[in-house]
């Protein structure tokens, strides 16, 4: 072929180049081998020095590990992204551009200089370290080397850099950055998620051409000042979220004129000096969302540019006057601690966006709106998730009902959702936390440039979903149907546009008396959903693009489909698989992936969002930065604002599923959290919940009056406040009487000395009891050895050992006696190695049939325990197996109910008193629980119980 220049065999099934087939390439000049199976090992690419005019080589999405092109003196430009290159040796004396993104990268060598590179692009590799040569490519603009494993940079990489304008070293292990700065030219800088504590001195100085800088999520306690010349001041983007700045830092960056786009959230900003924002005259975007400020100045509202404000997760309890913000369409001021807000002074005159939500002392209603709805069309929308979209004004549920609808729920959502730099929202979601009795279906609908399809989506998938619950059998049946069925219900929508979508339903069934929790999930298209599973990221979607599913690629191959240079389907569609695009088809289909998954104990939340978040946030860290942030909306909009800070202009749309399966227990993991420590509880919230539900663990710290009318605080030992409102029991539970509360303490007396003391005294003397029956050598109390197999789930673990006990009669004959005679007598020790047996039986079953074991307290209660490892054995100067984890006594008028009949007829009015020694209880926390008849109750007071000759 000696007339051919161009050679393009993109999207085939090329395995290898044989010498012969290279030898008739002699002047080729392009080759283009994308999307083949190509390996090109070394004896392969010896030959390649018979193509002597070869100038660019795309080898892109093959699977080449080693790439040898030193016998290439030609060759200026270089793809080989997205194969599984670990080592690549090149020829640079022509080499203008090299793009090797997406491999494994962990050496790259180029011999001799490529002095005229322009574009080096390393990025998504293994590079523990730059190369030195490229300090000294005087004609590179774009230096990418971002998602790597890089420490330091190249001492010279920002000295006598004449022509470098983008540097990108983002998401590395950065701790400095290079001290020499002289005749910097850079334009736009990356350094985002690494873990710098400051920048050089001399930076915005030296780099006087600076346009962008993100320094996102780093450990930045301070700011290099300001060049003293104005002019030189050039930055417009300034992105320093998640950082540790204060307030000093913020009033030195509104010394920039030109700054059009700052993002400050989530620092230590508790103060916004009204003398220093006035001067930032063209500021289009300000975030300054998750700090402490208390107030906004008047001033915030006068600058004549500002289009987006986010203030949202702050102490605000008042708010500026926006009504003359004539550019403003964004704003919120969500989860502040508003109380009140005059409508027509927030409602400015170009405003589209409103967030007041999560402002539990704010009360708005919606005929407040109705005075503008004859200037522009308002729709509210309801943050708490119990409908799927928007409303008339008109039928906007009171402010205070959002966080007591959903009390008993199994799960809450949140959602946040922005269309970024763009004129619309294309993206729709679907939240139905209460779509059936234990029952929930959520949904996202990305329409990419049209929102058609996403809003007939969104209109018809409930209905479509209820139709074919009530024909299909399996979850794989009614998912795929629904889909299917929503793909044809678009009809001629569907012909010429579609929508990547995801749908997710939870559902709740009874197996032997045990309540468990169903979540499939059914996606076409780009739209992932992430499970958190004990802090583990689960990937529950499959992502159907051309780029990332080799799959799917051979697929719309064998179709006979165009696979264009920027990975679209026929030059229109990233995603190869959609609902509607019928005229892509058979390139495009709407056939689902499905998945579906027992939820267990430890499943903590879920994540559901489009493209635009997975894009900038991994699944590991989207999951870090929320798992111990308990409000489902104050989450999603935190990953919104990390997304954006690290670069996203294009729609977002998130949905956050908090999932309360494991009960009161779920509270422990947000200990660290923000915002979701300040609400106080209801004492109807927790006495309305069975007592095999309840948390032994919550100590009452009440301090009022009877007469006090304020709600009750509980705090625990893990975290600040345990909020009622969301105080999620693990399953369904049965109806109890609201109306049961508290009894307030009598004048002079708290309730830790009418409740919490009794039980406390009870297991101090029992304690001490027990210390006294050990070895006189030994004064600390050993530690308890855990039986082989038990569980170790505390409400578990009390009912099986409270059930063990109540079985034998031989037992209850002997509680009349000290604790440490029961420890130590005959029988004890028979009932525990029948507890020890029954364990290791069932932690066999475990093993062989499923990964969770379930213990039932009732026919309405299952707790789920997840497998644990074999605990090892103890060492000898420990207290062997033979010591149960718990006991309980029955008490009557001061004495013991000890008799096995007695405990059966004679127990009106009795007390119950039980203590569980489980590992999860410290000595400091509350040592037992008052019952009476199973349900709690003050009215009866103990004063005296005796153990034989023992007076407590």
Same mark, same amino acid.
């Given at each position: 072929?000696?007339?051919?220049?161009?050679?393009?065999?993109?999207?085939?099934?090329?395995?290898?180049?044989?010498?012969?087939?290279?030898?008739?390439?002699?002047?080729?000049?392009?080759?283009?081998?994308?999307?083949?199976?190509?390996?090109?090992?070394?004896?392969?690419?010896?030959?390649?020095?018979?193509?002597?005019?070869?100038?660019?080589?795309?080898?892109?999405?093959?699977?080449?590990?080693?790439?040898?092109?030193?016998?290439?003196?030609?060759?200026?430009?270089?793809?080989?992204?997205?194969?599984?290159?670990?080592?690549?040796?090149?020829?640079?004396?022509?080499?203008?551009?090299?793009?090797?993104?997406?491999?494994?990268?962990?050496?790259?060598?180029?011999?001799?200089?490529?002095?005229?590179?322009?574009?080096?692009?390393?990025?998504?590799?293994?590079?523990?370290?730059?190369?030195?040569?490229?300090?000294?490519?005087?004609?590179?603009?774009?230096?990418?080397?971002?998602?790597?494993?890089?420490?330091?940079?190249?001492?010279?990489?920002?000295?006598?850099?004449?022509?470098?304008?983008?540097?990108?070293?983002?998401?590395?292990?950065?701790?400095?950055?290079?001290?020499?700065?002289?005749?910097?030219?850079?334009?736009?800088?990356?350094?985002?998620?690494?873990?710098?504590?400051?920048?050089?001195?001399?930076?915005?100085?030296?780099?006087?051409?600076?346009?962008?800088?993100?320094?996102?999520?780093?450990?930045?306690?301070?700011?290099?000042?300001?060049?003293?010349?104005?002019?030189?001041?050039?930055?417009?983007?300034?992105?320093?979220?998640?950082?540790?700045?204060?307030?000093?830092?913020?009033?030195?960056?509104?010394?920039?004129?030109?700054?059009?786009?700052?993002?400050?959230?989530?620092?230590?900003?508790?103060?916004?000096?009204?003398?220093?924002?006035?001067?930032?005259?063209?500021?289009?975007?300000?975030?300054?969302?998750?700090?402490?400020?208390?107030?906004?100045?008047?001033?915030?509202?006068?600058?004549?540019?500002?289009?987006?404000?986010?203030?949202?997760?702050?102490?605000?309890?008042?708010?500026?006057?926006?009504?003359?913000?004539?550019?403003?369409?964004?704003?919120?001021?969500?989860?502040?601690?508003?109380?009140?807000?005059?409508?027509?002074?927030?409602?400015?005159?170009?405003?589209?966006?409103?967030?007041?939500?999560?402002?539990?002392?704010?009360?708005?209603? #919606?005929?407040?709106?109705?005075?503008?709805?004859?200037?522009?069309?308002?729709?509210?929308?309801?943050?708490?998730?119990?409908?799927?979209?928007?409303?008339?004004?008109?039928?906007?549920?009171?402010?205070?009902?959002?966080?007591?609808?959903?009390?008993?729920?199994?799960?809450?959502?949140?959602?946040?959702?922005?269309?970024?730099?763009?004129?619309?929202?294309?993206?729709?979601?679907?939240?139905?936390?209460?779509?059936?009795?234990?029952?929930?279906?959520?949904?996202?609908?990305?329409?990419?440039?049209?929102?058609?399809?996403?809003?007939?989506?969104?209109?018809?998938?409930?209905?479509?979903?209820?139709?074919?619950?009530?024909?299909?059998?399996?979850?794989?049946?009614?998912?795929?149907?629904?889909?299917?069925?929503?793909?044809?219900?678009?009809?001629?929508?569907?012909?010429?546009?579609?929508?990547?979508?995801?749908?997710?339903?939870?559902?709740?069934?009874?197996?032997?008396?045990?309540?468990?929790?169903?979540?499939?999930?059914?996606?076409?298209?780009?739209?992932?959903?992430?499970?958190?599973?004990?802090?583990?990221?689960?990937?529950?979607?499959?992502?159907?693009?051309?780029?990332?599913?080799?799959?799917?690629?051979?697929?719309?191959?064998?179709?006979? #489909?165009?696979?264009?240079?920027?990975?679209?389907?026929?030059?229109?569609?990233?995603?190869?698989?959609?609902?509607?695009?019928?005229?892509?088809?058979?390139?495009?289909?709407?056939?689902?992936?499905?998945?579906?998954?027992?939820?267990?104990?430890?499943?903590?939340?879920?994540?559901?969002?489009?493209?635009?978040?997975?894009?900038?946030?991994?699944?590991?860290?989207?999951?870090?930065?929320?798992?111990?942030?308990?409000?489902?909306?104050?989450?999603?909009?935190?990953?919104?604002?990390?997304?954006?800070?690290?670069?996203?202009?294009?729609?977002?749309?998130?949905?956050?599923?908090?999932?309360?399966?494991?009960?009161?227990?779920?509270?422990?993991?947000?200990?660290?959290?923000?915002?979701?420590?300040?609400?106080?509880?209801?004492?109807?919230?927790?006495?309305?919940?069975?007592?095999?539900?309840?948390?032994?663990?919550?100590?009452?710290?009440?301090?009022?009056?009877?007469?006090?009318?304020?709600?009750?605080?509980?705090?625990?030992?893990?975290?600040?406040?345990?909020?009622?409102?969301?105080?999620?029991?693990?399953?369904?539970?049965?109806?109890?009487?609201?109306?049961?509360?508290?009894?307030?303490?009598?004048?002079?007396?708290?309730?830790?000395?009418?409740?919490?003391?009794?039980?406390?005294?009870?297991?101090?003397?029992?304690?001490?009891?027990?210390?006294?029956?050990?070895?006189?050598?030994?004064?600390?109390?050993?530690?308890?050895?855990?039986?082989?197999?038990?569980?170790?789930?505390?409400?578990?673990?009390?009912?099986?050992?409270?059930?063990?006990?109540?079985?034998?009669?031989?037992?209850?004959?002997?509680?009349?006696?000290?604790?440490?005679?029961?420890?130590?007598?005959?029988?004890?020790?028979?009932?525990?190695?029948?507890?020890?047996?029954?364990?290791?039986?069932?932690?066999?079953?475990?093993?062989?049939?499923?990964?969770?074991?379930?213990?039932?307290?009732?026919?309405?209660?299952?707790?789920?325990?997840?497998?644990?490892?074999?605990?090892?054995?103890?060492?000898?100067?420990?207290?062997?197996?033979?010591?149960?984890?718990?006991?309980?006594?029955?008490?009557?008028?001061?004495?013991?109910?000890?008799?096995?009949?007695?405990?059966?007829?004679?127990?009106?009015?009795?007390?119950?008193?039980?203590?569980?020694?489980?590992?999860?209880?410290?000595?400091?926390?509350?040592?037992?629980?008052?019952?009476?008849?199973?349900?709690?109750?003050?009215?009866?007071?103990?004063?005296?119980?005796?153990?034989?000759?023992?007076?407590?």
């Amino acid at each position: 072929m000696p007339q051919v220049e161009i050679i393009e065999m993109t999207g085939n099934y090329v395995e290898r180049l044989p010498g012969d087939t290279v030898s008739g390439l002699k002047h080729v000049k392009q080759l283009h081998l994308r999307l083949n199976t190509l390996k090109l090992p070394p004896m392969e690419t010896i030959t390649f020095e018979l193509l002597e005019h070869l100038t660019y080589l795309d080898v892109r999405h093959n699977s080449i590990t080693n790439l040898d092109l030193r016998s290439l003196p030609t060759l200026e430009h270089l793809n080989c992204e997205n194969n599984k290159l670990v080592l690549l040796q090149l020829n640079g004396a022509h080499l203008h551009r090299l793009l090797a993104a997406h491999n494994s990268l962990q050496g790259l060598y180029v011999t001799p200089l490529p002095e005229s590179m322009r574009i080096l692009d390393v990025s998504h590799n293994e590079l523990s370290k730059l190369p030195d040569w490229v300090c000294d490519l005087w004609k590179l603009e774009n230096l990418i080397a971002s998602h790597n494993r890089l420490p330091l940079l190249p001492n010279r990489l920002l000295q006598h850099m004449d022509g470098l304008r983008l540097l990108k070293v983002d998401h590395n292990q950065l701790t400095m950055l290079p001290d020499c700065l002289d005749n910097c030219s850079i334009e736009a800088l990356h350094i985002e998620h690494n873990r710098l504590t400051q920048l050089p001195e001399e930076l915005l100085v030296n780099c006087s051409k600076l346009k962008y800088l993100n320094a996102t999520n780093n450990r930045l306690t301070s700011f290099p000042p300001l060049n003293q010349h104005e002019d030189l001041n050039k930055i417009q983007e300034l992105f320093l979220s998640f950082n540790y700045l204060s307030d000093a830092v913020f009033e030195e960056i509104c010394r920039y004129p030109r700054l059009k786009v700052l993002h400050f959230a989530y620092n230590c900003l508790h103060e916004i000096i009204a003398s220093a924002i006035i001067k930032l005259e063209v500021l289009e975007e300000l975030n300054i969302s998750g700090n402490k400020i208390t107030y906004l100045p008047d001033v915030i509202g006068q600058l004549p540019k500002l289009v987006v404000l986010r203030a949202h997760s702050n102490k605000l309890c008042t708010l500026p006057d926006f009504f003359k913000a004539t550019s403003l369409k964004v704003l919120d001021v969500g989860c502040n601690m508003l109380h009140k807000v005059s409508v027509s002074n927030i409602m400015a005159s170009q405003l589209k966006h409103l967030d007041v939500s999560c402002n539990s002392g704010l009360q708005v209603s #919606a005929q407040a709106f109705q005075s503008f709805s004859s200037v522009k069309n308002i729709s509210l929308v309801d943050m708490s998730g119990r409908t799927s979209g928007r409303t008339s004004c008109s039928t906007l549920a009171p402010a205070d009902s959002r966080e007591t609808v959903a009390r008993d729920a199994l799960w809450t959502v949140g959602f946040s959702e922005t269309s970024g730099c763009r004129n619309k929202l294309c993206i729709t979601q679907v939240r139905m936390p209460q779509y059936g009795p234990d029952e929930a279906l959520f949904g996202l609908f990305d329409g990419g440039r049209n929102n058609e399809a996403p809003l007939l989506l969104q209109e018809k998938v409930g209905n479509i979903m209820r139709d074919e619950l009530n024909h299909q059998k399996t979850s794989e049946q009614y998912m795929k149907y629904t889909m299917l069925t929503a793909h044809r219900k678009l009809k001629s929508t569907g012909q010429r546009i579609g929508a990547m979508s995801c749908i997710c339903h939870i559902r709740t069934s009874v197996v032997d008396n045990m309540h468990e929790h169903i979540l499939s999930i059914a996606n076409v298209g780009n739209v992932e959903a992430v499970l958190c599973r004990h802090g583990e990221a689960i990937r529950l979607t499959r992502l159907f693009t051309v780029a990332g599913d080799e799959e799917e690629c051979d697929r719309v191959k064998c179709n006979d #489909a165009i696979l264009t240079e920027d990975n679209k389907v026929n030059g229109n569609s990233e995603a190869t698989r959609m609902l509607g695009c019928s005229y892509l088809y058979p390139a495009v289909i709407p056939d689902p992936h499905i998945m579906t998954v027992k939820l267990r104990s430890d499943d903590e939340f879920l994540i559901i969002a489009n493209s635009g978040l997975w894009q900038q946030v991994s699944y590991t860290e989207a999951l870090q930065q929320i798992r111990h942030v308990e409000n489902s909306v104050l989450a999603a909009k935190k990953l919104q604002d990390l997304a954006q800070s690290y670069g996203c202009k294009e729609n977002l749309s998130i949905i956050v599923v908090q999932l309360r399966l494991e009960g009161p227990q779920h509270l422990a993991r947000f200990q660290n959290g923000v915002m979701g420590s300040y609400s106080t509880v209801n004492s109807s919230s927790i006495t309305s919940m069975p007592t095999s539900t309840r948390n032994p663990l919550v100590k009452v710290h009440h301090y009022r009056t009877s007469s006090d009318s304020r709600p009750l605080q509980f705090r625990n030992s893990n975290q600040n406040f345990v909020s009622g409102n969301e105080f999620q029991p693990s399953v369904r539970t049965r109806s109890v009487s609201r109306q049961q509360k508290f009894r307030a303490p009598d004048r002079g007396e708290t309730s830790t000395d009418s409740i919490t003391s009794l039980a406390q005294q009870i297991t101090q003397s029992i304690e001490q009891l027990e210390l006294d029956e050990d070895d006189d050598a030994e004064k600390v109390k050993r530690p308890v050895s855990r039986v082989a197999g038990a569980p170790t789930d505390y409400l578990a673990y009390m009912y099986q050992q409270h059930q063990l006990l109540l079985e034998h009669d031989g037992v209850q004959s002997e509680l009349n006696v000290a604790p440490g005679k029961i420890r130590n007598s005959p029988s004890r020790r028979s009932i525990q190695n029948d507890c020890s047996h029954r364990s290791q039986n069932s932690a066999r079953q475990r093993d062989v049939g499923s990964t969770t074991t379930r213990v039932t307290s009732d026919s309405q209660t299952a707790v789920e325990n997840t497998k644990r490892e074999k605990p090892r054995t103890p060492p000898k100067n420990q207290h062997s197996l033979n010591r149960c984890d718990s006991w309980e006594f029955l008490v009557k008028g001061g004495e013991l109910i000890s008799s096995q009949s007695d405990r059966q007829t004679n127990n009106d009015g009795a007390l119950i008193i039980r203590r569980s020694r489980s590992s999860l209880m410290g000595s400091g926390d509350l040592a037992g629980i008052v019952f009476t008849n199973g349900e709690n109750k003050i009215g009866s007071r103990l004063t005296s119980i005796k153990f034989e000759d023992t007076k407590l």
